[in-house]
């Protein structure tokens, strides 16, 4: 076995490097997504409503784009000195948002913060890949699957009692020593060999690949909001995208160390595994995004509602995480993930039957069984790959499987409220009872007047019903497009991923070993 790929041995010092890893993942988990309700105010106090999707795109354009130059860094460089730079990052850009001054700023800072984000969780978990064994990450990273979807899904509804009871500023500054502790942590604890190797920095495949997903990305996010879908701004957008990654493309192929490792990729484990993280990532970021929409808007349901509709997804993603590594170990990759986008599957049909009349306790089940298998497939989609490749791929691996989700869930979301309002905007125009109404622009602040109880009342009961009702059609063609979505995922592991139960010739270990023949050697022993 090479050295590279040897489980540090069990001890204090491991366990307190787990500790700062899990304090790491942590801290950017609740800060990525507590921003949400706190926004509001930050708006009315900084008067910058124009600027306000811009707070959330910029953090996931820069979070995003980074994620596999990180990881193509940790691979050349070592984990320590590229998940010490994100930390650091990050705890700059956390602490620099809670003081900004206007809108602007705030824009700035957070596409700062984003900047660290990129590194935090993949490095993280390629670290757990390489000081831990296979039936040991089988118990650890499932543990870090629940962490971190309990704690994006919990986010929002800690944004809210910080910002109600301290201030939209503690949103940022409340997470600070926690981040300050883990940075401590994982500069005392984390040590690294790397071997000496003469590498050749990708900056053309670097540089290619982050400007073609930010125009990709600006494309999605602004299309249908700021420009129309077929505006030359859009389809420029579009254009200079497709271009840009073409060439990244041909860059790849002669680059001597490639930013994304497409030898690696074409292994059937971390291929299979990359295909199923995008179409994860559009379930799970569209589940979080639409569901809560239909319970406020279609239901008229508090946002204390909409967070009871998703406590069960929380908790059985939880559950099922903690258990689903050692089901990888008995069963193998396919069964695992199979169990997982299949449960995904069930759970948004069961989603796709519910109307304004349905008894939230069905929607709760849908919601739970989905969590169940977001649990099950997270855990199949890291652990594959990982197995599949050495230590001077794994971090590339790894990080392409956490930008592969994101990715997925940007590109997904946006398209989905793309058309969200294209329904939206065609039935609400036609609809007789509002056709006194002055402007387009009063009519999309009616629509936005559904999603609190307080607006809602003061709104007249026969528009409240033709927008309702035009918000639930609109929505079910969303959990429509989620069901197929989640349908291909299901075929796709039906069909590629192989047959395996532990690691074993002709299975994931071989893929890996194959791999292994044609890697660039490096050593890198963690000595913990």
Same mark, same amino acid.
């Given at each position: 076995?090479?050295?590279?790929?040897?489980?540090?041995?069990?001890?204090?010092?491991?366990?307190?490097?787990?500790?700062?890893?899990?304090?790491?993942?942590?801290?950017?988990?609740?800060?990525?997504?507590?921003?949400?309700?706190?926004?509001?105010?930050?708006?009315?106090?900084?008067?910058?409503?124009?600027?306000?999707?811009?707070?959330?795109?910029?953090?996931?354009?820069?979070?995003?784009?980074?994620?596999?130059?990180?990881?193509?860094?940790?691979?050349?460089?070592?984990?320590?000195?590229?998940?010490?730079?994100?930390?650091?990052?990050?705890?700059?850009?956390?602490?620099?948002?809670?003081?900004?001054?206007?809108?602007?700023?705030?824009?700035?800072?957070?596409?700062?913060? &984003?900047?660290?984000?990129?590194?935090?969780?993949?490095?993280?978990?390629?670290?757990?890949?390489?000081?831990?064994?296979?039936?040991?990450?089988?118990?650890?990273?499932?543990?870090?699957?629940?962490?971190?979807?309990?704690?994006?899904?919990?986010?929002?509804?800690? &944004?809210?009692?910080?910002?109600?009871?301290?201030?939209?500023?503690?949103?940022?500054?409340? &997470?600070?020593?926690?981040?300050?502790?883990?940075?401590?942590?994982?500069?005392?604890?984390?040590?690294?060999?790397?071997?000496?190797?003469?590498?050749?920095?990708?900056?053309?495949?670097?540089?290619?690949?982050?400007?073609?997903?930010?125009?990709?990305?600006?494309?999605?996010?602004?299309?249908?909001?700021?420009?129309?879908?077929?505006?030359?701004?859009?389809?420029?957008?579009?254009?200079?995208?497709?271009?840009?990654?073409?060439?990244?493309?041909?860059?790849?192929?002669?680059?001597?160390?490639?930013?994304?490792?497409?030898?690696?990729?074409?292994?059937?484990?971390?291929?299979?595994?990359?295909?199923?993280?995008?179409?994860?990532?559009?379930?799970?970021?569209?589940?979080?995004?639409?569901?809560?929409?239909?319970?406020?808007?279609?239901?008229?349901?508090?946002?204390?509602?909409?967070?009871?509709?998703?406590?069960?997804?929380?908790?059985?993603?939880?559950?099922?995480?903690?258990?689903?590594?050692?089901?990888?170990?008995?069963?193998?990759?396919?069964?695992?993930?199979?169990?997982?986008?299949?449960?995904?599957?069930?759970?948004?049909?069961?989603?796709?039957?519910?109307?304004?009349?349905?008894?939230?306790?069905?929607?709760?089940?849908?919601?739970?069984?989905?969590?169940?298998?977001?649990?099950?497939?997270?855990?199949?989609?890291?652990?594959?790959?990982?197995?599949?490749?050495?230590?001077?791929?794994?971090?590339?691996?790894?990080?392409?499987?956490?930008?592969?989700?994101?990715?997925?869930?940007?590109?997904?979301?946006?398209?989905?409220?793309?058309?969200?309002?294209?329904?939206?905007?065609?039935?609400?125009?036609?609809?007789?009872?509002?056709?006194?109404?002055?402007?387009?622009?009063?009519?999309?602040?009616?629509?936005?007047?559904?999603?609190?109880?307080?607006?809602?009342?003061?709104?007249?009961?026969?528009?409240?019903?033709?927008?309702?009702?035009?918000?639930?059609?609109?929505?079910?063609?969303?959990?429509?497009?989620?069901?197929?979505?989640?349908?291909?995922?299901?075929?796709?592991?039906?069909?590629?991923?192989?047959?395996?139960?532990?690691?074993?010739?002709?299975?994931?270990?071989?893929?890996?070993?194959?791999?292994?023949?044609?890697?660039?050697?490096?050593?890198?022993?963690?000595?913990?």
């Amino acid at each position: 076995m090479d050295p590279a790929d040897s489980p540090v041995k069990p001890g204090r010092q491991r366990q307190l490097l787990t500790g700062a890893l899990m304090l790491a993942m942590a801290v950017v988990a609740v800060e990525g997504t507590v921003v949400t309700t706190a926004l509001p105010s930050v708006v009315g106090e900084l008067q910058g409503l124009t600027l306000y999707p811009w707070v959330f795109s910029i953090y996931l354009l820069t979070s995003t784009t980074s994620v596999p130059i990180y990881g193509k860094l940790a691979d050349v460089y070592g984990r320590r000195p590229v998940l010490l730079v994100g930390l650091l990052l990050f705890v700059v850009g956390t602490a620099l948002c809670g003081a900004a001054q206007s809108m602007a700023q705030l824009v700035a800072l957070r596409a700062l913060q &984003g900047l660290g984000a990129g590194a935090v969780l993949p490095i993280v978990l390629t670290v757990f890949g390489d000081i831990y064994s296979l039936e040991e990450r089988a118990k650890i990273q499932p543990l870090t699957a629940s962490v971190w979807g309990v704690l994006s899904l919990t986010g929002p509804a800690l &944004g809210a009692f910080i910002t109600v009871t301290l201030s939209w500023r503690w949103v940022f500054w409340v &997470g600070l020593p926690i981040g300050v502790l883990a940075l401590v942590l994982v500069q005392a604890f984390l040590r690294e060999r790397v071997g000496r190797r003469t590498v050749a920095i990708d900056y053309a495949g670097a540089l290619t690949l982050t400007l073609g997903l930010i125009a990709l990305l600006l494309a999605v996010l602004e299309g249908g909001n700021a420009y129309a879908w077929g505006s030359w701004q859009i389809m420029g957008l579009l254009a200079t995208a497709a271009g840009l990654l073409a060439l990244f493309a041909v860059v790849e192929r002669r680059a001597a160390d490639p930013v994304i490792p497409f030898g690696a990729l074409r292994l059937r484990a971390v291929a299979v595994s990359n295909v199923g993280n995008v179409l994860f990532g559009v379930c799970m970021f569209g589940l979080t995004s639409y569901v809560p929409l239909f319970v406020q808007g279609v239901r008229g349901e508090s946002a204390a509602g909409a967070g009871a509709v998703l406590t069960p997804q929380m908790v059985a993603w939880s559950a099922t995480a903690l258990l689903s590594g050692r089901l990888y170990v008995r069963l193998g990759f396919q069964a695992t993930a199979l169990l997982g986008v299949g449960c995904i599957a069930l759970g948004i049909g069961v989603l796709t039957l519910v109307t304004a009349q349905t008894p939230l306790w069905l929607m709760m089940v849908g919601a739970g069984v989905s969590g169940v298998g977001f649990g099950s497939a997270s855990t199949a989609f890291l652990l594959a790959p990982q197995s599949a490749v050495p230590w001077n791929l794994r971090g590339a691996v790894t990080s392409s499987t956490q930008f592969a989700r994101t990715i997925g869930g940007a590109i997904g979301v946006a398209l989905l409220g793309a058309s969200l309002n294209a329904r939206m905007a065609g039935t609400v125009a036609a609809l007789p009872g509002l056709a006194g109404l002055p402007a387009t622009q009063e009519r999309e602040q009616m629509v936005s007047a559904l999603l609190t109880p307080a607006s809602r009342a003061t709104l007249p009961a026969d528009a409240v019903a033709l927008l309702s009702g035009a918000m639930e059609e609109g929505l079910h063609g969303v959990y429509l497009a989620l069901l197929v979505v989640a349908a291909l995922n299901v075929a796709q592991v039906l069909l590629f991923a192989r047959h395996s139960g532990r690691p074993a010739p002709g299975g994931i270990q071989s893929d890996g070993a194959a791999m292994k023949r044609r890697a660039v050697p490096a050593a890198g022993l963690l000595d913990v």
